[in-house]
C-alpha cells in the first residue's frame, strides 16, 4: 500500500486508513520520520523530505486515538525515536544537527507507544515476531 509524499494529503489518508481497518495497533520498522521542523533525514544528515512518505502523520494519528504504536529503530531517525530524541541529539552524529539548511538534526521527533532499539531494526523485529509468537505458543519456551 503506498502513503503519499504530500504532508497535507497525509492527513487524511491517516485518518482513512485508520478508520477502514480500526487497528489495535500498528508497526513502524526503521521508518523514517519527521524531526522538529518537520524534515526527513538519513542517518548521515541528509535531507529526503521531497521524496520520503509522510508516514509518520499516520502514527501521530494513532497516538492520538490510543492505537498502540509500535517502533524500531536503529539510529535516531525513525518513527518512534521521538520517546528518546534528547538522547539521540547529544549521542547521535547528525542528531542535532544535520547537513541541510534546516539544521535540526536527524533525530525523530515523532514518539511511539512502545520502542523497541536494536543494532540493526531487523534484529529488533525478529524480537517482537518471536515475543509475539511465545505469546500466541506459537513456538516452544523450552529449549532442548
Ligand atoms: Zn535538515
Redesign the pocket.
Known amino acids: 500500500m503506498c502513503f503519499t509524499k504530500d504532508r497535507d494529503q497525509a492527513h487524511g489518508q491517516a485518518e482513512s486508513l485508520l478508520n477502514k481497518y480500526s487497528p489495535s495497533a500498528i508497526v513502524f520498522i526503521e521508518k523514517v520520520g519527521a524531526?522538529i521542523?518537520g524534515?526527513y533525514?538519513t542517518m548521515k544528515?541528509l535531507?529526503v523530505s521531497k521524496n520520503h512518505a509522510k508516514i509518520d502523520i499516520l502514527a501521530l494519528k494513532a497516538i492520538e486515538r490510543s492505537i498502540a504504536v509500535i517502533g524500531i529503530g536503529d539510529g535516531g531517525n525513525e518513527v518512534g525515536m521521538g520517546v528518546l530524541e534528547d538522547v539521540v541529539r547529544r549521542k547521535v552524529p547528525y542528531g542535532n544537527e544535520?547537513?541541510?539548511?534546516?539544521?535540526?538534526?536527524?533525530a525523530c521527533h515523532t514518539p511511539c507507544s512502545s520502542l523497541i532499539v536494536s543494532t540493526t531494526s531487523n534484529w529488533g523485529t525478529y524480537i517482537l515476531i518471536a515475543g509475539l509468537s511465545i505469546i500466541a505458543k506459537k513456538v516452544s519456551t523450552t529449549l532442548t
Do not use: A, D, Q, S
Open positions: 524531526n521542523k524534515e533525514h544528515g535531507n544535520c547537513t541541510c539548511p534546516c539544521k535540526g538534526g536527524i
